[in-house]
């Protein structure tokens, strides 16, 4: 922002601007810099980030429409989230779709390579809860991670966790899904040693409450480095899980 | 009940009374009976069971009232819950008062000798459900139980509990104690091989809601032979623990 | 799990293996064996115990397979649960199943022959409550459980629950099922001496909530004994009273 | 209403008031006139009706202001509910007031004996409710009603309800009070062929929710006739009893 | 109940049966005697009161039979509620179905000439709720009543109400039925002087939250007299005003 | 009201009517008089206004039926709202009508030419949101009301909506729709020097429980100037908005 | 803000300041301007506007600096909220502060005279919601607007309400203010033909839930014109009556 | 954990110790091992980490002899939270308290010197929730961060938080508190290119819900990166954000 802001400047110091034209470049800037300061954090400086479209509500036109647009300005991976398969289907005739049945996911240019401080474990409760646990895993895939699936280790049966402790205790980020009690985030936080996504599913019936008493359960997990997305936010807990996995690229 | 019918109906054939008086006699008698009927299965059959004060809400004056007529009328033991420390002061100088401070508990006469099934476990997941803890294990050994304490081994430190699993599986009857988001309860449902009577507690803060997140959560527990009592009911978990512990006596 | 652990040493000690096949041996084993463990009292000390696949959400291919292979390790009895009618048909051409449509239950294999302490009472509210209370009774049953049914003695009439006094009363334990206002729990539990297991439905309209009003009227009651499980957990019930009903061998 | 307006245009039509006078009383005559409608009804008609005043939130002075106001302008009796005993010591120097302790109310003037169908029975689950059950029936004492209380008659103890089967099966309205699970008001309801009115009380803890659960409750009751009143609103359950079973009067 | 019992102990004490036979009639009496005492209330002293068959959740098949079961057993009028168009469809083959579409409701057998006190007025806030109000008034004129119908005065349109204020004056129960924020049932309810019945309903979208804030304001309200019932419960607020109208018979 | 009673009052002074006709005229005219004071002054004085026919539950026949009697009486415009493409093609054969689909809502007649203090600008957070916009759009036009769109401007893309401050910081009325947290309306509320109507709608999944969540955070708005209708309410948001910018008119 | 940019920018031209100054100069400028926007319209246009201190939660020191410091700069008014008697008293000693007790509400300086399109009516449904009525009165004076102050108009006794008939149809704004079932705002909203404004108040018990039943009531309100603030809150109604009462200065 | 074991064989191979006592040893291990793999990661690694009171339902006596007990045993620095001022005051008499009196926290021993990614910005909305930002900030300090307090930069007052744009979009992770609307965490989100870590406080008042409203409202951020923690959670967040500050140290 700064840079754009001392051309102007210097054009007009220069002479080769006027005031009035200054004013005017000027009055639009900081706004749209301050959108594109952010843009460019995603986009610019970690060249080749992926764009996100969410899906839900969205007709298969008007998602191709908008893949087409952002592929067409160069960025080199498209995520679709929320995509059923009869929608995909539609897409793959006009575009390169990667669909992931069970993520609801459908993939548009390449992966990229894993990069990042470690591995992002995602571990569910039960079957479930694997559709929410993979948009979590291909939306963490897609953004330069490596990804662990353990699946079904929920607390009823301690012993199928326990014989990934050590998955568990050398992740570097791990997304902790549960419908019903939610007690996966505890358990887990209880014996990680590193930040851990809670999601709650509206999987259960009866008290489950489609996901609220998963929610309150893991919100009150005294267990150090638990925080929590929406109910069945896959797509938040991966992409955030994402971003802590490439921390070091902040320094 | 049929009999105290024939002796009526005796009375009635034999003359000793007129139909008018049989039917004043019978028209009380089937509730009555009713009533008597489940007194005599807590009092009659199962001699020495101990009678329960609710102490909330009464004076110290009424609570000596009760039990000094309970006592009078041949009862050994009397337990009286909810008690405070003010009240238990206020009786023990009429009363021979054995004051349990941690679980609010006052028992008037003996305790009986452990008896039943096997041993109750009483497991709280933190320190502060040790109140409701108490409760629960004074009314389990005040009606005959053994109860073996495992305090403090909340899920967020697993290796505390598992270092208990012996205690945990050759448990009669487990109760799991818990606030915050309760978990304790399907880890240890999980884990056992006997009912889990699951208590949640009002321990915690801000989305804990006093102890209904812990509810909500325990009633979700996938694993089987976990059920639940009301926040904080300390009371009703050690009744219901002490009664499935004599199931034998049923035989 | 002692026993094992015992071989492997004995093979150290005598030189059959080294330190290094001993190490790789027992690395696995603690966790494996936390899972046998409780496997075993499962399924190894009571022989004939059955195996239980939840239908909802799995597809008859999914049932079939997960069924084959329990009976082909040598589970006698199966058990199936939540499980529509369409896929009952479905898995009647390839498995000996013996549907019981109103329970939504499988049974494969033969249902053990009553054992336990005593009789397990089934007891609903209303006829709509009927579903749940045939999933708990059927489960009791293929547990190896006598199982008396009293459906539609709700306390809105309550002479047809007292007509049905002795049956209550001579319970080992009974499972009451109400939906709307859940007052069944309350009265029986006042009435019988044994453990109530209390089931809310979902029947009811407006302020029933779905099941929730009967959920918490359940948990507020104060005769001794009653515990509750999930809105429409008639298995869990099930499963449950028939682990208090056996409670003898746990001795 | 309509002499005053016939006396308007009278006085109109003679002469003895313009047209502009006419407007002006009638613009501001129907609802002044409304008002006294009800008024009428209130205590107009239904002479010696007592006046009630809500003692919460107001001081001692100006309850006895509101109180000899009514008083000078010829109201015989004056109820002030929720009065708690520092108020009513107050004005007891300079008001001749009867005061019910336990009701929390004051009674001012003579109750007027008992009139109507027939018997208020006010019944009350448990000794916890019974002030929510005085101020219903000093309610309908005040207002001329003949008032039976069966207190701790909870269904958790049915033969102490049933030992009142007479009262009950007798009454011309029933009052069912109770917290917790409020099952009382059910199985009244199934009992009785009255109107019960019931009212949930803020009685209990935990899942009881300060009378939530109760008023969720009795509002699914199945039984006929049953209708319910605020949490904890004795008042407007006496005061309804009382409209009711002085019904023969609006023929 | 009486009579009964008495004539078993007369032939007692004059030798027509003995004792044995004396205490197998009385055994099994008392309960059904509880049963009939209510039925007899209802059925017997007020000769030519309709059965109610709830019609949700049957199959045309079982409401025909117990239809016929009821009139074969001399019911002179069968009500059956909640019948959806397309059962009632199917029953008007076999039965002589009055069927009354808005309501919901089937009626066999006449419809008794109207007593009681006085008039019953069904109020709507909105044509919306008119399904829920016609269930109450077809209820009521089955059982009975004269039944004044007030549809869409809602208290945003004060003056439509306002302009029915004689028959709100003169009526000797109310029926308020709205939906959204249930004003309705306060503004009547100040109106009036006599028991005004208000009936939430599931009416509106977002914060009505299905009947849940009709529900909480009806009872709110502070006016005397009113008492609320179940949402959409039209059925229970049109027999609750019947039992109310008909108080007279009581006495 | 006043001239059609000095009407009535001149007749019977100047013997053109009885006292009784008199009476007669009066007694039903303060109500009526009521409603068409406030009709009149939506339609009278402010000549033009449209008529609103709210949609949802009529039949397409009965929203024509009363729109054909709104403009046989002299209505110029008729907006019908929440109006489904479905039964608007049904009414475009006998009824000019101009459909708006995004809004759901048809209008007859001609739009006003926008009159009032300024410009109101509807914005929404999301795309999802636009249909509840356009609703309120809509109908501040149809009320004659220039209305600014200002579209997926919400707070997690700052930028977005700063860029458009201008119109923002110029508008007459502000509405404000947003689903999932609602925030659009604090950080609205905080720039504007204006009145905000805050809708929150019921877009979003999980722990957005249907609007539940906008509604409270927009409830809780620090911002001066922010008030809140139901959820999805466009049309009530858009008739204050307008109301409010038409407030010089009531000077 | 243009003309702070062109200033900055012809300095540069002009070589008063250099490339770098101007950088600095510019970075902090446009949210410092986008705040001084809004201040300026606050406090700079409409000259005499009074400055608001939330009193809850500071102390008596802290409000006089702060008042202090506001007074140094030029406020002529300023209006201290939720300001219990005992600060008060303590400011009154260093501060001339016109204490309205009822309000809670001080006043420093002098009050501005009326100005405003028309009268804003705050009307209350009972005494008890006084408290929050004044705060919003108070609050609507200090800002310069004329208040009618209707109070005890609830809709149980709609006569009281009718009789200020006229109040209420020549408000320029009118602020609804209820607790309980809140029905005022809905009767209010139907009455009026201006923007009502509804105040939910924690008045209450039971089933209010401390104010969140009114106010699920008045969002329901289906009455134009009618929108809501938070429970209690008085302060933002006057605030928000008092800009909409002074739009005719927005053109 | 295998050396351990390694240790035990080659002692049991090589005649140190019999079979049964490796039994012994072994039988213990795994899950004492497992505790001891975590507490090594959190103290024996990473050495120099504090160990954490949670001071609020403790004794003055019993923090002093854990935090005693802690130094003695080689702890450097011990954070004490909730510690109200008395218990504070208490402390400092033995112990060589640093007390933070906004925090609530109190620290023995030395502040490590902040290293990790890069600076932890700790933002509040108001001032009512900075003893919920000092409880964060503190426990990052002292867990080895630099903190950035952004005090009272609300999204009701824009500028105010866009003045410190530079410190909010170089920050390495933000905690942003905030109680109401909690719309905070959203504008943050949406600017800020880190992991943001909302805190909902209980600040607010009425349909603030004491934090409810805040933290549904955080939960539903459609912002990239926000997670959510407990109601108040200071210690939590500040945790959770020292631990992916320090996320380098995994590599």
Known sequence: MENET????????????????????LKKQPFEDLGYAKVDLHRGIRQGMPEVIYG??????????????????GVETVLITRLD??????LTSSL???Y??????????KIPAPSGIGRIVVATAGTSDIPVAEEAAVTAEVHGNEVVRLYDVGVSGLHRML???????????????????GALASVIGGLAD?????VPTSVGYGAAFEGLTALLSMLNSCAGGVSVVNIDNGFGAGYLAGMINHMETKK
Chains 1, 2, 3, 4, 5, 6, 7, 8 share one sequence.
């Open 194 to 198: 590193c930040p851990v996504i809670a």
């Open 56 to 73: 839900a509500g969205k007709t298969a036109e008007q998602i191709e429409g908008i893949a087409k647009s952002l592929l067409d300005n």
């Open 6 to 25: 001392r051309n102007i400047l210097c054009d007009l110091r220069d002479g080769r601007i006027s005031v009035d034209e200054a004013v005017l470049k």
């Open 85 to 90: 398969s009869e929608k995909a289907n539609a």
């Open 163 to 181: 014989s990934h402790l050590d998955e568990i205790m050398s992740a570097s980020v791990i997304i902790a899904i549960a419908g019903m009690e």
């Open 96 to 98: 390169s779709l990667d």
């Open 100 to 109: 992931r049945e069970k993520a609801k996911c459908g993939i548009i240019g």
